[in-house]
């Protein structure tokens, strides 16, 4: 069995956007891949749980890693799984693609909240899943504030944790916490292990690491620097 891909924050950048210029590939297209990934993977875990009326929280940041968040939440919502997004930051602030996927989750009628701590409490404690879909691979600093607070409940729930790309509070290429970590259960990494994860320290955030395949072509994969 070959060892997996390898890939630090810059290197991954690099294979977003050689996707775009020499195949052709926008960032929603990805964007849509990794949120049907991360949904399908939401309803394995799920389907084991035999739970009759599952509730599914996610967590979403202003970011791609949000924008991931949204797309899985629309991919429960059509398959009849109860979803809730908590949003962090107002939706004026999100980033471009990931306001499109937001607009549909509207549209929807899924709910969205821009709220407290009180009331993000209750939700995760309503909740069988939590998905982290916060911070992707870009944090570069201490986690602090609601974020802080709100990851806090969320570990010491009990509930189960699933992770996009990497747990909110981790540096993806060093493996080190910046304060405040989401204690995975899964965490669904998009194409490729993050170097972060070859930090021993970061096994204990990540759970299990599950490869998705988000449609990168197999030319841009490869195991040295992308051009």
Excluded at 76 to 96: E, R, W
Excluded at 104 to 111: A, D, N, R
Excluded at 191 to 196: D, L, R, S, V
């Amino acid at each position: 069995m070959n060892p997996p891909l390898v890939f630090t924050t810059k290197q991954m950048r690099k294979l977003d956007e050689r996707a775009t210029r020499e195949f052709g590939i926008p960032t929603l297209t990805l964007m849509e891949n990794a949120g049907k990934a991360v949904a399908g993977e939401c309803q394995k875990i799920l389907s084991e749980k035999k739970i009759a009326s599952p509730k599914v929280l996610i967590l979403c940041g202003s970011g791609n890693n949000g924008g991931d968040g949204f797309v899985a939440a629309r991919f429960l919502h059509q398959a009849g799984i109860s979803v809730n997004v908590i949003l962090f930051k107002p939706k004026t602030s999100l980033c471009a693609e990931p306001l499109v996927n937001f607009r549909k989750v509207e549209m929807l009628g899924i709910s969205c909240q821009e709220t407290d701590l009180p009331v993000i409490q209750s939700e995760i404690k309503k909740s069988d899943l939590i998905v982290d879909a916060i911070f992707g691979t870009g944090l570069k600093r201490e986690v602090t504030g609601l974020i802080g607070q709100a990851i806090g409940a969320a570990n010491d729930s009990g509930k189960t944790i699933m992770a996009i790309d990497i747990p909110s509070g981790m540096d993806a290429d060093t493996g080190e916490i910046h304060g405040i970590c989401i204690k995975a259960d899964l965490t669904v990494t998009l194409a490729a292990f993050k170097a972060g994860f070859l930090n021993e320290k970061s096994h204990s955030w990540t759970g299990k690491i599950l490869v998705a395949n988000i449609g990168f072509p197999k030319e841009l994969l490869v195991r040295e620097d992308t051009k």
